[in-house]
């Protein structure tokens, strides 16, 4: 069965670093989202992305953070320079086309921040 | 703005009772999804059900049950004869088609223990 994966499990990084998240989507969906989950808390949505540009963002997705489909296949999630309040865990999420579908979420990726 | 509830954040039972976990939204659109993901111990987030707004009709699958109820914008998820590996944190979300990028809004989870 398809899934979303992700790349590394576990990052940690210092403060100030920049960081990549890397997320491969299940590969004819169109529509990639980054979502974050800070410990014992929500799932709080970052961004989607569609058509190669961000579709929408929400307050949290500030100037540190960037994304990009390099190839076609990764997606990746940029943190400029990391803050330890960016400790937390990322899911990258992908759907196909329409409003049916349910997006399918990657195993996720703890950063943590020192 | 949407908003979802889940006012229970933790429940404890001991194995074989039923439980019911409880969602509350708001929104303001007429077209929009409501999801329930599970998060095991491992982390990842799994889809469990997917429902539009225009179909009230409840589901049953295995020991899982949903209840949809637009007079009360409610959409709770029943597990009967709760067994231990359900023990995990319950998100419900919802998804607004207006939008277009059909981004979840989660709520803030149940944590459920089963105890055997």
Known sequence: EPEVTQTPSHQVTQMGQEVILRCVPI???LYFYW???????KVEFLVSFYNNEISEKSEIFDDQFSVERPDGSNFTLKIRSTKLEDSAMYFCASRTQGSLYEAFFGQGTRLTVV | ???V?????????????????DCVYET???????????????GELVFLIRRNSFDEQNEISGRYSWNFQKSTSSFNFTITASQVVDSAVYFC??????T???NLFFGTGTRLTVIP
């Open chain 1, 27 to 29: 590969s004819n969906h």
């Open chain 2, 93 to 98: 979300a919802l998804s607004e088609v207006q």
């Open chain 2, 28 to 42: 303001r659109d007429t077209t929009y999804y409501l999801f329930w993901y599970k998060q095991p111990p491992s």
């Open chain 2, 100 to 102: 277009g990028a059909n």
């Open chain 2, 1 to 3: 703005a949407q908003k």
């Open chain 1, 35 to 41: 979502y974050r989950q800070i410990l014992g808390q």
């Open chain 2, 5 to 21: 509830t889940q006012a229970q954040t933790e429940i404890s039972v001991v194995e074989k009772e039923d439980v019911t976990l």
